[in-house]
């Protein structure tokens, strides 16, 4: 496949895996069989990560499977499963990958894998994914329900020690790259991937999904989805997800022991911004799997034609020459400029008079806009400027898009972090 998109070098060598392009498909229902593997080749992603394989016999799905979190417009903000590994035998599953990776070996194929916390399993099962030809693994230490109850998933990734363990026995049994999958669903995201690494990772995974109940069916008490009379909590992703997604990535990005780690960034990516997002906070490829199983294998059209397009713009020749460079711009709250001034501006040709960005700003604690009726009987909305704290609500609010901007004013002081700003009880001293 050509790497070159737009007059864009488009491919990556993740963690020693090479991919024409950094989008990946997520391990779940789209990467479960050659059929759709095939047809996602066809369409034009880089990679995928196999539905995670567990031990035989299979896992055993019910009926009903998935819920969303819906916007005003019915549009998916957020979803949520209940489904577990693959359904499939590991022998069918084994034959697919192998035969997959033979007719496709420009593209990237990892193997998802989630057997118990025993290195006989571990020792079992490694050699046989190696014979398939794939180019690497990926461990599912975090799906939140359902496995966790077995002792998989969710109840290894947040366990450091139990991490630890287990990559180390891939790194023992297997000679290709291991990636760790991050459950979300812990304290601090750095504790997890910093043992990843003292297991041997070669790259970590992020995020699989956070625990969920989307919904409730409030005529039978019973939340969403609905098996029968009951239901249980679920994994969240999806759009909703990706903030929570960006954060987690950008933590293992700035810690020191982990910031030379590579990441994969999932969680919530629909479109070639949100990928650039997670490759800017230090991201070396992206999967996705709620957005391709809402609207199909083709998005990665899109995703590699507006990335390229954006990269070209920016000049950026590879995805390397722009990954992670948003990182050392995120920084812990007490290194912010505290005498860093922004304040709102209402462009009043744009302004259709709604009044929202008054009654936000007025019923939070800033009152910082004025309202009043003009002579014509029009309503009007300025920025009380030495009043505006610069929090950016009102821009948020307003329906009208660039009609308010925030502008950085000129303080003429210096830059100041709290941890020597006179108004901090426990200030540095210069
Ligand atoms: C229906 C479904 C099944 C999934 N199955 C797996 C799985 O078998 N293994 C795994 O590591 N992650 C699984 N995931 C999690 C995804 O790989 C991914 O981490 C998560 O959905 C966040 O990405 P997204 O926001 O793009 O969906 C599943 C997700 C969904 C929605
Ligand atoms: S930026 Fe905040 S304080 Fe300033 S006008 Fe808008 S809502 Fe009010
Ligand atoms: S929210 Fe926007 S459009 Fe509405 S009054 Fe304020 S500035 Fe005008």
């Given at each position: 496949?050509n790497?070159?998109?737009?007059?864009?070098?488009?491919?990556?060598?993740?963690?020693?895996?090479?991919?024409?392009?950094?989008?990946?498909?997520?391990s779940?229902?789209?990467?479960?069989?050659?059929?759709?593997?095939?047809r996602?080749?066809?369409?034009g992603?880089?990679?995928?990560?196999?539905?995670?394989?567990?031990?035989?016999?299979?896992?055993?799905?019910?009926?009903?499977?998935?819920?969303?979190?819906?916007?005003?417009?019915?549009?998916?903000?957020?979803?949520?499963?209940?489904?577990?590994?693959?359904?499939?035998?590991?022998?069918?599953?084994?034959?697919?990958?192998?035969?997959?990776?033979?007719?496709?070996?420009?593209?990237?194929?990892?193997?998802?894998?989630?057997?118990?916390?025993?290195?006989?399993?571990?020792?079992?099962?490694?050699?046989?994914v190696?014979?398939?030809?794939?180019?690497?693994?990926?461990?599912?230490?975090?799906?939140?329900?359902?496995?966790?109850?077995?002792?998989?998933?969710?109840?290894?990734?947040?366990?450091?020690d139990?991490?630890?363990?287990?990559?180390?026995?891939?790194?023992?049994?297997?000679?290709?790259?291991?990636?760790?999958k991050?459950?979300?669903?812990?304290?601090d995201?750095?504790?997890?991937?910093?043992?990843?690494?003292?297991?041997?990772?070669?790259?970590?995974?992020?995020?699989?999904?956070?625990?969920?109940?989307?919904?409730?069916?409030?005529?039978h008490?019973?939340a969403?989805?609905t098996?029968?009379?009951?239901?249980?909590h679920?994994?969240y992703?999806g759009?909703?997800?990706k903030?929570?997604?960006?954060?987690?990535?950008?933590?293992?990005?700035?810690?020191?022991?982990?910031?030379?780690l590579p990441?994969?960034?999932?969680g919530?990516?629909?479109?070639?911004?949100?990928?650039?997002?997670?490759?800017?906070?230090?991201?070396?490829?992206?999967?996705?799997?709620?957005?391709?199983?809402?609207?199909g294998?083709?998005?990665v059209?899109?995703?590699?034609?507006?990335?390229s397009?954006?990269?070209?713009?920016?000049?950026?020749?590879?995805?390397?020459?722009?990954?992670?460079?948003?990182?050392?711009?995120?920084t812990?709250?007490?290194?912010?400029?505290m005498?860093?001034?922004?304040?709102?501006?209402?462009?009043?040709d744009?302004?259709?008079?709604?009044?929202?960005?008054y009654?936000?700003?007025?019923?939070?604690?800033h009152?910082?806009?004025?309202?009043?009726?003009?002579?014509?009987?029009?309503r009007?909305y300025?920025?009380?400027?030495e009043?505006?704290v610069?929090c950016n609500?009102?821009q948020?609010?307003?329906?009208?898009?660039?009609?308010i901007?925030?502008?950085?004013?000129?303080?003429?002081?210096?830059?100041?972090?709290?941890?020597?700003d006179?108004?901090?009880?426990?200030?540095?001293?210069?």
């Amino acid at each position: 496949m050509n790497n070159i998109v737009n007059g864009v070098d488009l491919s990556i060598d993740f963690a020693g895996i090479r991919s024409p392009n950094p989008f990946w498909l997520a391990s779940a229902p789209p990467t479960d069989k050659a059929y759709n593997v095939v047809r996602a080749y066809e369409a034009g992603w880089g990679g995928v990560v196999w539905k995670t394989l567990g031990e035989d016999p299979a896992a055993v799905n019910v009926s009903s499977r998935y819920s969303a979190h819906y916007g005003k417009n019915r549009e998916v903000l957020g979803f949520n499963n209940i489904e577990l590994i693959t359904d499939r035998s590991l022998d069918i599953n084994l034959r697919e990958i192998a035969q997959v990776k033979k007719d496709w070996p420009d593209r990237a194929l990892i193997v998802s894998l989630m057997v118990p916390c025993e290195e006989a399993s571990w020792k079992h099962i490694l050699p046989l994914v190696e014979a398939t030809g794939a180019d690497g693994i990926e461990l599912n230490l975090g799906c939140p329900h359902g496995m966790p109850e077995r002792g998989m998933g969710a109840a290894v990734g947040q366990n450091p020690d139990l991490i630890e363990k287990v990559t180390r026995w891939c790194k023992q049994y297997y000679s290709k790259p291991v990636i760790v999958k991050l459950t979300p669903n812990i304290t601090d995201i750095r504790a997890p991937a910093q043992a990843a690494l003292r297991g041997g990772a070669d790259a970590v995974s992020l995020i699989n999904t956070i625990n969920s109940i989307t919904s409730l069916d409030l005529d039978h008490m019973v939340a969403k989805p609905t098996v029968g009379h009951q239901s249980t909590h679920g994994g969240y992703c999806g759009s909703a997800v990706k903030p929570i997604a960006l954060n987690m990535v950008a933590e293992i990005a700035r810690d020191t022991p982990t910031r030379h780690l590579p990441i994969s960034g999932i969680g919530g990516v629909s479109n070639w911004r949100d990928a650039a997002e997670f490759v800017a906070l230090g991201a070396g490829s992206v999967q996705v799997c709620t957005a391709a199983m809402l609207h199909g294998f083709r998005i990665v059209e899109e995703m590699k034609d507006g990335l390229s397009r954006w990269m070209g713009e920016q000049g950026y020749r590879s995805i390397t020459e722009f990954s992670g460079k948003a990182v050392a711009n995120t920084t812990d709250w007490k290194h912010l400029d505290m005498n860093f001034k922004t304040i709102a501006h209402i462009d009043q040709d744009k302004c259709i008079q709604c009044g929202r960005c008054y009654i936000a700003c007025e019923d939070t604690s800033h009152q910082s806009i004025a309202q009043w009726v003009e002579a014509s009987g029009a309503r009007r909305y300025e920025v009380i400027e030495e009043e505006c704290v610069g929090c950016n609500l009102c821009q948020i609010t307003c329906p009208v898009q660039d009609c308010i901007s925030m502008v950085p004013q000129d303080t003429g002081k210096p830059y100041l972090s709290w941890e020597r700003d006179p108004r901090n009880p426990f200030r540095i001293a210069s």
